[in-house]
């Protein structure tokens, strides 16, 4: 396999035209052949630090639009990665398109054809994914037009580029989704799903509603606000960084290797996070760089072992505050247990903060200019004590751990200051 790798991106760097990439049968089941060599995806979701995704065994990179087509292409293949092109479609329930409308699918044919012709011969372009989630929110019986505008789309680009297969990009899975797209998509190469909590049995979803061809995962990590426990105010509450690269690891294995035979592989979400907000929900690494334990998890699996610093581990946080409502200036005392396999000295660090979770995307920047400075009198340290914000609301306290060899881990703690 690492042969075939290497000779992938030899064959990817010496090239200055199209190389072939096809879905084929094959006795051990579903094979992704780039330039006619087995190739399977060890991938990430976005483009930003590709050179130390590309150190750690990560062969391929998603995006999710053309805004930046050619220097796309051109970093992944920099990198010696392929590239799986995202296209986005406008999302139908949101986004207020009508997807049954002639002037709407012809407008999005052209903007289509002139992507095509503008990415097909270059040599780091994996495939084709028309649009992410674009169904979602839309009840099932109302999706079928989204997904004949897919076939008609899917079609086309296949007439223009016979090089490069197409896959969709949906939001989870369910028998009847899966049933939908098998029935009005013939021209799809293979289906990819974003699934986060539930991974593991995308397959077994997708073989329930029919769907006999391959699969990626195209978005896996942390379990989903979505999918997550509620606070009594509404607020998801966040697993901390090693349950989440644990979790990781276990739909990797279920939901990816255990699935070889029609899973063509997969894309972490999301590998480098630097947003002005807090540190994502889904990112692999703090915003100032060092990895956390997902990375950790998937390096094994992309690399074929360990990395030699491993991340602290998070054994517990504890405060009688944590997810309840407390008082205005209230004293709340924080332990936060945490070991390191090296036993490297850790350092800790404390940020509190306005809730964000559940907020439009317009809202977090101006919501996050409200940080609570003066709440925190220690912010080293295992264990602190400060007093609760003046201000009522939703606040989310955050300890981070450092080994000081660029690996991190981090636990959140949500509480409510009431009226």
Not at 208 to 232: D, H, L, N, V, Y
Not at 239 to 256: C, D, F, H, M
Not at 299 to 309: D, E, L, Q
Request: with cysteine; charged share 25%; hydrophobic share 35%.
């Amino acid at each position: 396999m690492l042969t075939h790798l290497l000779a992938s991106v030899i064959l990817a760097s010496s090239s200055t035209g199209p190389i072939r990439v096809e879905v084929r049968q094959t006795p051990l089941g579903y094979q992704l052949l780039r330039g006619g060599e087995p190739t399977f995806i060890k991938g990430v979701g976005g483009l930003n630090e590709p050179a130390a995704a590309a150190r750690i065994g990560v062969n391929s990179a998603r995006t999710w639009g053309i805004e930046k087509l050619e220097q796309d292409l051109d970093t992944a293949q920099a990198n010696g990665m392929t590239l799986m092109l995202g296209i986005w479609l406008a999302h139908g329930h949101y986004e207020g398109v009508d997807y049954e409308s002639p002037a709407f699918q012809a407008q999005q044919m052209k903007d289509i054809e002139d992507m095509v012709r503008r990415a097909k011969n270059h040599p780091a372009l994996l495939c084709y994914a028309l649009g992410n989630e674009m169904e979602i929110f839309t009840p099932i019986e109302k999706q079928a037009p989204i997904y004949r505008q897919v076939e008609r789309l899917a079609k086309r680009i296949k007439e223009l580029d016979p090089n490069h297969p197409v896959t969709t990009v949906t939001a989870g899975i369910s028998p009847e989704k899966a049933k939908l797209i098998h029935e009005l998509c013939p021209s799809l190469d293979f289906i990819s799903v974003n699934g986060y909590e539930g991974m593991g049995k995308i397959g077994s979803i997708l073989r329930k509603g029919g769907w006999t061809r391959p699969f990626m995962i195209t978005e896996f990590g942390a379990e989903g606000q979505w999918e997550s426990e509620m606070t009594t105010w509404g607020a998801p509450r966040e697993q901390n960084s090693t349950a989440k690269g644990l979790l990781s690891a276990k739909n990797y294995l279920e939901g990816v290797l255990d699935e070889s035979r029609q899973c063509l592989g997969s894309y972490a979400f999301l590998w480098w996070q630097r947003e002005q907000t807090v540190a994502s929900w889904f990112g692999m690494q703090l915003q100032t760089g060092e990895k956390l334990e997902q990375t950790d998890q998937m390096i094994k699996f992309w690399s074929g072992r360990p990395p030699a610093n491993r991340c602290p581990q998070i054994l517990e946080i504890v405060s009688e505050a944590d997810g309840k409502e407390v008082v205005k200036g209230a004293l709340i005392e924080v332990v936060l247990y945490a070991t390191d396999p090296e036993l490297d000295p850790l350092s800790y660090r404390w940020e509190l903060r306005p809730e964000n979770e559940g907020l439009k995307e317009s809202e977090k920047a101006q919501n996050e200019a409200r940080r609570v400075e003066d709440a925190l009198l220690d912010r080293t340290g295992h264990r602190i004590s400060f007093r609760a914000p003046t201000t009522p609301g939703a606040f989310k306290l955050f300890g981070y751990v450092r080994d000081g060899k660029g690996s991190a881990a981090f636990a959140t703690m949500p509480f409510y200051v009431k009226q």
